[in-house]
């Protein structure tokens, strides 16, 4: 867009018009993650307290990921139809009665179905970025979606401290009230402070009888652009849930760290992320658009762990461990754009829906797989599988990389000329 282009001033009251939707979309996601993550540190507890062993905790883990891998495709297909408050509201009602049902647990087979519940309702983060892309023109949705990763890192920042520290000073039960709590603050958000979205997508660049008709979810995920994006999501997934997995292990191991100082690295991580994907994202994607500051996450994601394998000197240790919550802050949101600009404004709630789908495989996948490498060979081969693993989502993302006549990805010659 040119200097002087008269449609600067109406993008940017667009803007300004869906600053309170992505508000109330940015606190969903907060409010999910809170839920999500304080569960992370009494799991063990629970299980224990219940009758339950190791492998009680794997299936726990994967009755959550599981479902949300079908469904999320089918949340936002739906949400596509029927509005995305509906779809909010119905998943809300859910996760906060799987939360209930792990606070009231009596045995393990209750406690299963309370898990299996909160996987099948757990749509929240999938439906708050399609409303979050609906109100937000297309060159922005780099910034949206970094806005939605920010109250992520901040949710995972502080819930699994949350869930530690209910779970000492109460009980591993009492985390359950909490996660509900957490649940009925979203619902009454979604109901008061996020209006419906769908019918406003006029603003992200069409009218709604402009928009076309949905296409078939196979369709959807033939298109070679749509394929490679899912790809590099799930390598990258893939990757960071090895490190999720394996990095108190390693810290443990390498350093001597016990629960708390171990719980301090996991802090330093989502800060870093939440200030990258507050404060520099936007800016780096306006200036440089987001193929490129993704792969640039892309290669710090690959040095970090590379940094990681080699088991360095703590102050080395700690250094990758900035660089790494710099690299996902940076690769995440920019991908996740790069896919919203991919499909049209009738299958924002789908693809997101997918993504969704794909982030739970591999979150599925991945945790096993990081501490399965990693008490056969150590971190060496925990963190060079991850790192290869990075290296793999940027070689994807290659044949996606804008012509020179072509607009940056992200739009942002639309702002800057």
Known sequence: MAPGDASAPRCNAAIVSAMSPLLGAALVVLLEGLATAAVFPVMHAYCAALGGGELWVGVLFALVAGPKVLLNPLWGRLSDRLGRRPMLIAATLGTLSGSIGWAVARNLTWLAVARLVVGVFSAQAALAQAAAVDVTPPYRRAHALALLGAAFGISFTLGPLMGGLLGSWVSPASVGWACAASQLVSLLVVLFALPETRAESAVAGAAPAAVPAPVRFRDLVRAPAVALLLLATLAMTLSLSELTSTLGLFTEHAYGFDTARTSYVFALLGLVAVAVQAGAV????????DW???????????????????????????????????????????????????????????ILGVNQSVIGAGRTVGYVLGTWLYEMRGAGLAFGGAAGLAAAALALLLPLRPSARSPRAGGAQAEVG
């Open 282 to 289: 936007r800016r780096l994607s306006a200036r440089f658009g």
């Open 292 to 350: 490129l500051v993704a792969g640039a996450g892309m290669l710090a994601l690959v040095g970090g762990y590379a940094l990681f394998a080699a088991q360095p000197a703590l102050s080395a240790f700690l250094a990758a461990t900035v660089v790494l919550g710099v690299g996902a802050a940076l690769s995440v949101p920019c991908v996740t754009a790069m896919l919203s600009r991919s499909v049209s404004d009738a299958d924002q709630g789908a």
